[in-house]
């Protein structure tokens, strides 16, 4: 059987990281952020792509597929599990086309995720969450202005894909995340996928 997928996209900030948690407590899913994956690689010793990635986060640009899909297929072998949350990925068409090319044949994608937000309540978020010690270099006013641009110029053209093919499942994520989870669920339960008995 083909691992199952779900994407999770949104702007920076649209809290993607904190619905996923939830998700995985409650639906059995491994929750691998592609920036998390980034960011470890990043700091593991010895990396041949650590100071390449460096740079590219620290200017809001995309990290080349080929590593980023290689960085998810070995934390899916490593998990063991067959239900996969993938947060803050395909964000451009290189990363599209990527997956396509490399993962689509070794999984099988359910739908895409789409958590909505303004610009300013993501914002108010992020420099929130720098402010109280994210670790996270690109929490700033600055690097967030790149990232917004990078998602409206390449991850929005992404769900607009999606959505004619008719993945995309649109939550509102400008309440608070126990609300939000509320419009998560109903997602997950119609699309037939069951919660973890406690």
Not at 20 to 35: P, R
Not at 103 to 126: G, H, N, Q, W, Y
């Amino acid at each position: 059987m083909l691992p199952e997928v779900v994407f999770v996209l949104g702007a920076p900030g649209a809290g993607k990281g904190t619905q996923c948690s939830h998700i995985s407590k409650e639906y059995d899913f491994v929750h691998l952020s592609a920036g998390d994956l980034l960011r470890e690689e990043r700091q593991r010793p010895g990396s041949e792509y650590g100071e390449m990635i460096e740079e590219k986060i620290r200017n809001g640009e995309i990290v080349p597929v080929e590593v980023t899909c290689s960085l998810i297929h070995k934390a899916m072998q490593k998990s063991g599990k067959s239900r996969f949350l993938i947060d803050g990925f395909p964000r451009n068409k290189d990363n599209l086309d990527g997956w396509d090319r490399v993962m689509s044949d070794k999984t099988k994608l359910l739908f895409v995720l789409f958590f909505e937000c303004s610009r300013d309540i993501c914002t108010e978020r992020c420099l929130g969450r720098g402010a109280a010690g994210s670790g996270r270099s690109d929490d700033n006013l600055e690097s967030l202005q790149k990232r917004f641009n990078t998602y409206i110029n390449d991850t929005m053209p992404i769900i607009n894909h999606y959505d004619r093919l008719g993945l995309v499942k649109r939550i509102n994520a400008e309440s608070v995340p126990e609300e939000v989870f509320q419009d998560v669920k109903k997602v997950f339960d119609g699309a037939g996928l069951q919660r973890i008995a406690n």
